[in-house]
C-alpha cells in the first residue's frame, strides 16, 4: 500500500511525502535445510520538485528512510551452495539531488549527487568461507551489501536541428561510484573499490520520430572494473566479475 500527499507552494515548486510498503515474499532452497522469512519493508520519502527562471532549470531533492524487516541476503554453505538469509532489522536512509539546466536552446546539462547510509541493525551470520571456526557472528553495524555511500553523475547534450532531415543529438555522460562490501561481513576481501564511467553518443532523429540511428560508446576510457567479487573457498583468489569493457556500435531503431 502506498499513501502520499503533494502541496503546490506555487505553479513551479512543489512539495510531497509518502510512505509505503512492501514485501518480499519468503520460501524453500533445495540445498538449504530451513526455509526463509518473507521480507517486510515500510518507507518514508519527503522531497521537493521546482523549476527556475522560467523552467530553464529543473532542481529536485528528496529524503528517504526505509525500514526491513527480515531482509533477504546472500549466503554461501559450507559446501559453496547458495543459500537465501533473513537479516532481522535493516535501517536504510539517504538523499538525492537531482538538477537539469538549459541554458541555451539547443544545450542542456544534467547532474545528480547521492548519499546512502546503510546500516544492518539484527543479523546473526556464520562466515562459511573464510572464517567458519568463529561460528555464528553478530552483524549489526555492519554496512549493506552494494550499498555505495555516495554517487555522481553529469551530463552535457548538444541538439543541432536539421530542417526536414530531423535532428542531431551529441551527449557524453560520466558516473563515478564510491567503494562498496560485496558481502555482509565487511572484510578486506568483500572490498569493491570506487569507479567512474563515461559514455558518449551520436544519436540522429527524423522529423517524424519513426526512425532513429546512434553511434555509441560505452565505458569510453576502457576502465576495468570490479562489479562483484566474493573469496573462494579453500584458497587466496577471489571470485569476480567486471563490468563491461569499451563497447561501440550502430542501433537503428524504428518506431510503429
Known sequence: GKIGVNYHIDEDVMLYASYSTGYKSGGYN???ATPYDQE???AYELGLKSLWSDGKVQANVSAFYYDYTDKQELGRTPQEFAEILNAGEVT???????ASARPT????IDASVGYLNTEY???ISRDNVLNPALGFQDLAGNELVHAPEWKFSLGLQHEWALGEVGQLVARVDASWVDEQFSR???????????YNRTNAQLRWESQDALWQAALYVQNLTDEDTID???PNNGS???LATYLPPRTYGLEITRRF
Not at 536504510?92 to 539531488?97: A, D, H, Q, R, S
Not at 555482509?184 to 569493491?192: A, I, K, M, Q, T
Request: charged share 20%.
Open 105 to 108: 536552446p539547443s544545450l542542456s
Open 236 to 238: 587466496d583468489f577471489l
Open 121 to 123: 541493525d539484527e543479523f
Open 228 to 230: 562483484n567479487q566474493i
Open 30 to 32: 533445495v540445498l538449504q
Open 92 to 98: 536504510v536512509w539517504g538523499v538525492e539531488l537531482e
Open 184 to 194: 555482509p561481513f565487511n572484510l578486506s576481501e568483500d572490498h569493491v573499490d570506487s
Open 40 to 42: 517486510t519493508i515500510a
